[in-house]
């Protein structure tokens, strides 16, 4: 379930917005706030999973309030939400998670949700929880064992094949092929040649040149490189849009 806040000086325009977004499904509204002061107590009160907040209010503005609402919680995703365009080079340099145009289509705003519920990982509806069977890996040590759902990222490094969980890095002998031929396919994507990933993992995806996404993760400082060819079958598997 995502849990959202609604930041907008307009009792009507927030009305409009709360009544777009439940449209979704997967959606609660845990706050409403008028101005950037009240969002920024609403955050450190129930820490929500993203911000839908208009740029221009009183007593502090937007961008004012998600320079600080990034402080209490970087993972907070902020949707800006406004008449003005010219705000969204600073919005950007925020690390905003999207800046929708009033008027907004609602297609638009649920384009932007679903792409939230993927990279806040809330895919319970769409991934069975089946045990799952243990990895046994060749190394030059020996042997290990791994259970896929600890795996973060694999990638290719130094001409060895490396296993990113939370705690450990692996090293083994064989190739991405061969791991991919292992991993269940409904957790893990061949995301490039030199990479797979796995999807609950993904905390964020951002553009990296004209074909190329960079893919962050919870709980590892590594991130992977995803094509424009692989980011569509993201798209296509849960129905968002990436870029």
């Given amino acids: 379930m995502l849990r959202i806040i609604i930041v907008d000086d307009e009792e009507k325009m927030r009305y409009i917005l709360k009544k777009a977004l439940l449209k979704v499904p997967g959606i609660t509204i845990v706050g409403e706030a008028q101005n950037g002061t009240e ?19 009183p007593e502090m503005n937007g961008i004012d309030a998600a320079k600080l609402i990034a402080d209490i919680d970087p993972k907070c995703m902020i949707v800006f939400i406004t008449a003005y365009q010219e705000y969204m080079p600073e ?7 999207d800046y929708i145009v009033k008027p907004f289509q609602l297609k638009r705003l649920q384009e932007t949700v679903q792409r939230m519920q993927i990279l806040k990982l809330d895919l319970s509806p769409s991934i069975p929880k089946e045990v799952l069977p243990h990895i046994l890996l060749r190394n030059k040590e020996g042997m290990a064992v791994i259970h896929p759902r600890d795996i973060i990222l694999i990638q290719r490094e130094k001409r060895s094949t490396i296993i990113i969980t939370k705690k450990d890095r ?9 791991l991919e031929e292992k991993l269940p396919p409904h957790l893990f994507l061949r995301s490039h040649k030199s990479y797979i990933i796995q999807i609950e993992k993904i905390k964020r995806i951002y553009p990296y040149g004209r074909w190329t996404y960079v893919v962050q ?10 094509t424009k060819e692989k980011a569509k079958i993201l798209e296509d598997r849960f129905y968002f849009t990436i870029g």
């Fill in 217 to 226: 993760f919870e709980g590892i400082k590594e991130d992977a490189l995803l």
């Fill in 39 to 57: 969002a920024i107590q609403l955050v450190e009160e129930v820490r929500p999973d993203g911000v839908f907040m208009d740029v221009e209010m």
């Fill in 91 to 97: 919005a950007f340099a925020l690390y905003a998670f």
């Fill in 170 to 178: 692996f090293s083994t002998t064989e190739t991405l092929s061969e």
